[in-house]
């Protein structure tokens, strides 16, 4: 097992590279690395996104050990060199999106509890996020805080979202759910022409993924199954109840994208308002992949995560609270809706309900 790597994308620090299997026995390729500082701030975890690989975060993994914290990667099931639950490699399948919670568990028990410093944080994309976002909601996500950019509360990528609901309902039913959705094939979406492209407004990220995807195969997958798709708008649902933010007590900040033609900005929002313990910020101009995405965008990202991980469980003396809030973004964590304490690091008001 090795990692693939391209000339623009090489591997940051000294890996380890594993294998974990969850309890369903599904395969999971991960890795983790060490800072070089004695005392690591914790753990970051980072929840890919759907149709992406470990070699795709190798930038975030190197800015996360310049900041002192160790790093887990891994690739879900179902994509990157994780197993697969259908005979072509390139199908973005799942049989039901509560499987994911399997991956994570594994990832807990295997690498995080064994191997990992205290205390853990999760850095979550689209899918990721969703799937954090409702382990958070059921009280059962491993970390201490969460950060997620552009979760996959709901689609704006699909115009007739009922329709579309209801078709990959049928042809699941219908016995088709191992195929692809109608109009998909095998073609990842991060080897498609930059022009026109939904994920980042930078050229030079956009060509470095693509190469990445290139060149690992089948592990950039293609189009989702009609089981993938079902199981996903399904699971989005949820996020649509009033009350299900509200009991998300985990600190949790979401960065969201000013320009996403992928997930819907303005329902994340709508989410976000009613969390108790989260805040949304919306970065102008940034498409869906937040972390792929010009260096002025990527800076307000690096700005309102370092003003809120790692937190802690105590209070803030005000000269380090100050010294916290800063960037544009993160001026924003204090705007209102968050908690101001849980914005300024301290997560005793979310942890004591």
């Not at 160790?70 to 973005?92: H, Y």
């Not at 100050?322 to 914005?343: I, T, W």
Request: charge should be neutral.
């Amino acid at each position: 097992m090795e990692f693939i790597t391209t000339p623009d994308n090489p591997v940051p620090g000294e890996p380890t590279l594993l294998s974990v299997t969850a309890r369903d026995g599904v395969a999971l390729r991960a890795a983790y690395w060490m800072p070089e500082t004695e005392e690591p701030q914790g753990t970051v975890c980072i929840l890919q996104g759907r149709a992406e690989f470990i070699e795709k975060y190798f930038e975030v993994v190197g800015e996360l050990l310049d900041r002192g914290f160790a790093v887990v990667a891994f690739d879900w099931r179902g994509q990157g060199l994780s197993g697969r639950q259908v005979s072509n490699p390139r199908k973005g399948h799942v049989r039901r999106f509560s499987d994911y919670r399997h991956d994570l568990e594994a990832i807990h028990d295997q690498i995080l509890v064994p191997h990992m410093p205290a205390p853990y944080f999760g850095l979550a994309h689209s899918m990721g996020g969703a799937i954090a976002l409702n382990a958070a909601y059921e009280g059962w996500l491993p970390f201490r805080r969460l950060v997620t950019t552009t979760p996959m509360i709901a689609l704006c990528i699909i115009r007739r979202t009922r329709s579309a609901a209801l078709l990959a309902r049928v042809l699941r039913l219908l016995g088709m759910g191992s195929m692809f959705v109608p109009g998909g094939g095998e073609t990842s979406i991060s080897t498609l022409p930059f022009k026109g492209n939904r994920l980042t407004s930078d050229p030079v990220r956009y060509g470095r993924n693509a190469d990445a995807a290139h060149a690992i195969g089948a592990g950039a997958i293609g189009a989702p199954t009609v089981a993938w798709l079902d199981s996903a708008f399904r699971f989005m649902k949820r996020f649509a109840d009033p009350r299900y933010a509200i009991r998300i007590r985990l600190p949790t900040l979401i960065i969201a994208a000013g320009a996403d033609p992928v997930c819907a900005t303005p329902a994340t929002e709508r989410f976000a308002s009613r969390l108790k313990a989260g805040r949304v910020i919306v970065i102008p101009g940034a498409r869906h992949e937040v972390l792929m995405e010009r260096d002025p965008v990527r800076e307000q990202f690096w700005a309102a995560f370092d003003a809120f991980i790692p937190g802690t469980p105590d209070p803030v003396p005000p000269a380090q609270r100050d010294r916290a809030e800063k960037g544009s973004a993160a001026e924003q964590l204090d705007g209102g809706g968050m908690d101001p304490a849980v914005a300024r690091r301290d997560d005793a008001p979310a942890l004591g309900g």
